[in-house]
Every structure is written in C-alpha cells, then in structure tokens.
C-alpha cells in the first residue's frame, strides 16, 4: 500500500496571506489528523477528520482550519499567516489494531513565513 | 501536557540491544502505552504499543512493568538508522488519533 502522501513538501508564504496543504491518507483509511510541529513547542496535535467529519480539534486559532472529503483526501488551511506558522505540519491517517488506532504519518509540508 | 517522562538523549553502540526507558507512573487502567520515532525532518514513524503484557514486532519489543508505571522500548541490534527520536506516549484508546508528544528521547546510535 502506499503511504501518507502530503502536498506540497515545501513552501514559502507572506505574513497575511493563507495557504492550503493537502493530505491524502493510505487507502482504506478514513481518519486523518493533522499536527503542527515547531523547535518551540513540538508536536502538537491540531485536528482530526473522519468521514468528512471533524471530530476532536486542538488548541489553535480559528485561522486553523480543515475539512475532508469523500475520498478521505483531506486539507488543512491556515488564513492570514503570521511568522510563528513556520512549522512542519504532519498528517496522519489510522488504523485500527490490537484495541486501538495505530497512526501513520506523512513526510509533512514544511511551510515558511516570511 | 505528556504524560512521560523520558531521558531526553542516549547513544548506543551499532549491534548492540538499545533500551529506551519511559515513565508515566499516573498511567490509568484504560490508557495504551505508544512508541512512535521520527528520523531527523521526517514523519514519525509508528513502532509498537501495548496495554499490559510485553509485546514485540518485527522492529522492537516493548516490556511493561507489572505495574504498568513505566516501559521499555527494546530494538535488538542497533543499527545507525535507528538514530532517532523516540517518543513514549500515553493516551486512552480512544484518544489515539489525537496524540500528545512529549520531547522525547533523542537516541544516537554509534559505529
């Protein structure tokens, strides 16, 4: 199977404009989370997904935000950027095994905010 | 806030066994003990998790104290791309898709 695919690896935004990072999930998966990872605070969990629904969110602004499609395929943006958004942001999708969900991650998009 | 606690580095010697030690002595009954690396820039990998009993797989082996207050996470025989940062987590079954990492213990494997 293949893994996590994440789009685009790299990029590089201005303060005050938004971006968009796609996510889609290994096949059959139906959850995707997404997380924010910084040298500052690490990694932190932003939301998660499943069946086109958001099911638990993290403590972010509201200039966070996610959906998902039918497909699973998922998408995170953040709108009106701010230098501290420079992170590498994860996604993961799950399965479940052994009583709980196991999570796989993508290569992650590293953004930058200049 | 983690729930573990963990050495934040270690080095060990290619070949050789690596124990990684975790603690997360206000472990609850239903809470799963989850070991996930992540190679330097990279995603984190998922290794092993367990409940009660040891569990191994093909990468690792993880030994729960009777206890359950702290683990173990065991890769065999080392090898540098085993260099990584470890991270032990605690989390409810039904937390698992929102985890909450620690900082982890930076594991350098040397030849």
């Known amino acids: 199977k293949a893994g996590v695919t994440q789009t685009p690896r790299y990029l590089i935004k201005t303060r005050g404009q938004q971006v968009t990072l796609s996510c889609s999930p290994i096949s059959g998966h139906r959850s995707v989370s997404w997380y924010q990872q910084t040298p500052g605070q690490g990694l932190q969990f932003l939301f998660e997904y499943f069946s086109e629904t958001q099911r638990n969110k993290g403590n972010f602004p509201g200039r966070f935000s996610g959906r998902q499609f039918s497909n699973s395929r998922s998408e995170m943006n953040v709108s009106t950027l701010e230098l501290g958004d420079s992170a590498l942001y994860l996604c993961?999708?799950?399965?479940?095994?052994?009583?709980?969900?196991?999570?796989?991650f993508g290569p992650g998009t590293r953004l930058t905010v200049l | 806030d983690a729930k573990t606690t963990q050495p934040p580095s270690m080095d060990c010697a290619e070949g050789r066994a690596a124990n990684l030690p975790c603690n997360h002595s206000?472990?609850?009954?239903?809470?799963?003990v989850y070991w996930y690396r992540q190679i330097h820039s990279q995603g984190p990998q998922y290794i092993i998790h367990?409940?009660?009993n040891n569990e191994t797989n093909e990468m690792a082996s993880l030994i729960i104290t009777e206890d359950r207050k702290s683990s173990t996470l065991i890769l065999p025989h080392a090898t540098l791309r085993d260099t990584a940062v470890y991270y032990c987590?605690?989390?409810?079954?039904?937390?698992?898709?929102?985890?909450?990492f620690g900082s982890g213990t930076q594991l350098t494997v040397l030849p």
């Open positions: 206000t472990i609850s009954g239903n809470e799963y």
């Open positions: 993961a999708s799950s399965s479940r095994q052994g009583g709980t969900d196991t999570q796989y």
């Open positions: 987590i605690v989390e409810q079954a039904g937390s698992a898709r929102q985890l909450t």
């Open positions: 367990g409940l009660k």
